[in-house]
């Protein structure tokens, strides 16, 4: 008689930040949770090849290259291509162990039993688990939760050969700074790249076919970056697909544009979204089926259409956000626990570390005029700040779109260095619901970027005066 499969009352799919944080709610509710990765480190594309390395990329490149010296008005250094590469390098290395060691401490600690292998549904409550030597392992669950993250979408007529042509993962992997770079697409993976290699002094141009780079952002904010990317050196091709990506046999890519331009470069990123990992999970068996652009849909709980079986992260489409991932596996254990949950939160940030960063929460100036006919709009440069001009960061925007009164934040745009801490002062006033006066009212660090805020409101306050007048 064949013994029955473990029983786990959670199972978790996924080591990622949206598997991490479902199984350790679970954990703490002491409930029996296994958490299963293909990897055997934890952490998912997150830790490994996706948010943690291009944001620690993107903090060495800005003091190898000289950035932040640069803006201060101090002395350039020079630093040759092999040690960039090198630092770059052994301070990706340190940092992702360092985390990778964190992460696991924190499973442990909690008692989360993990296996590392591949899964696969037999039916909605049994999942067969096959090791790295291929053995097979059935195990049950009560509840299941499908983080299984995404990975980079290739289209058919580009010939990804992570040695030529890259993709974001095997970019990571660069044993040399290319001279130069063309990126394909014009999201937030390609927007980051496509800044961080320029400040490392690669020649880099961005194509994509949209008029802009980063479309859900307002409007002013990318155009403003786009004119420090350009200021930098790199060049932003915009209403422009490619028709052919080849490798010439020698040192170059070549990328023909639609417009019948041909673009040269050492390299080439395709960066043109990412599609859910699910291939090989045999949905199916569980009742499951991806949606037309391959992601899991789920309802306001991150519950699927089988009632016990859950999904967050990547895997769920966008916004795809590190944040916004921890938040949805979170929130998916506490409703299969039972515990009574608010509406999801609207006021969750996104950060784009690009160079220099951007940051949004809320409405755009754009979508709030659509919504209510008007808005009040107050602007802070980082020129009219004292500690702008202390770092060098002249460039800098903060952008407050409030309602037709002026009286309440809708939304935040921010750019300029600093834009992802920042922001979190517009969403505190947007989940507390201040009047924009209280900005005003209260008194702030001198000398501080956060002061923006003051004097955006203030730009508020005179429209708002003018407008009383004039009604």
């Known amino acids: 008689m064949n013994a029955l499969p473990p029983r786990y009352d959670f199972l978790v799919l996924g080591a990622g930040p949206a598997g991490q944080k479902a199984a350790i709610q679970a954990a703490r509710a002491n409930r029996r949770v296994l958490l299963v990765d293909r990897e055997a480190r934890a952490g998912g594309e997150c830790v490994h090849r996706g948010t943690i390395p291009s944001k620690t990329l993107r903090e060495s490149a800005l003091y190898l290259a000289g950035v932040k010296q640069r803006h201060a008005g101090l002395v350039e250094h020079d630093v040759g291509p092999q040690t960039k590469v090198e630092s770059l390098m052994k301070r990706l290395h340190h940092v992702l162990t360092a985390h990778e060691t964190y992460i696991g401490k924190q499973l442990d600690r909690v008692g989360i039993e993990r296996k590392r292998g591949r899964a696969r549904f037999v039916d909605p409550h049994t999942v067969e688990i096959t090791n790295v030597q291929g053995k097979k392992e059935l195990v049950q669950a009560d509840f299941i939760v499908v983080a299984t993250g995404s990975r980079p979408r290739t289209p058919p007529d580009v010939p990804v050969d992570h040695e030529h042509i890259l993709d974001s993962d095997s970019i990571l992997s660069l044993i040399y700074l290319p001279s130069s770079l063309v990126v394909l697409g014009a999201g937030v993976i390609a927007s980051e790249f496509a800044t961080i290699f320029q400040a490392l002094g690669v020649k880099v141009a961005m194509v994509d076919r949209g008029a802009r780079p980063l479309a859900f952002l307002d409007q002013e904010i990318t155009d403003c970056f786009v004119k420090q990317f350009e200021a930098m050196g790199g060049r932003f091709v915009a209403g422009q697909k490619h028709t052919k990506v080849e490798h010439d046999g020698l040192s170059a890519v070549n990328v023909t544009l639609a417009s019948g331009e041909v673009l040269h470069a050492e390299k080439v990123l395709v960066a043109l979204g ?185 730009d508020v306050m005179e429209q708002r005066l003018r407008l009383r007048k004039a009604g």
Do not use: W
């Open 274 to 458: 990412r599609t859910a990992c699910v291939a090989g999970l045999d949905l199916a068996n569980a009742g499951l089926a991806p949606t037309d652009r391959g992601f899991l849909a789920v309802d306001e709980h991150c519950r699927t259409s089988v009632a016990h079986i859950y999904a967050a992260g990547d895997v769920i489409g966008p916004p795809a956000l590190a944040a916004s991932s921890m938040e949805q596996g979170r929130r998916a254990v506490r409703h299969a626990l039972g515990v009574h949950l608010g509406p999801s939160a609207n006021t969750i940030p996104a950060g784009i570390y690009t160079i220099p960063e951007m940051s949004s929460i809320g409405l755009t100036e754009a979508e709030a005029i659509q919504k209510n006919g008007s808005a009040v709009i107050g602007r802070a440069s980082f020129d009219e700040l004292a500690r702008g001009q202390i770092n060098g960061e002249t460039e800098g925007l903060v952008k407050l779109i409030c309602d037709p009164e002026g009286e309440y934040l809708l939304g935040a745009q921010i750019l300029g260095e600093g834009a992802t801490e920042l922001i979190h002062l517009a969403q505190m006033a947007m989940v507390g619901k201040m009047p924009v006066a209280t900005f005003i009212e209260n008194v702030f660090n001198f000398p501080t970027l956060a002061e923006a805020y003051r004097v955006a409101a203030l």
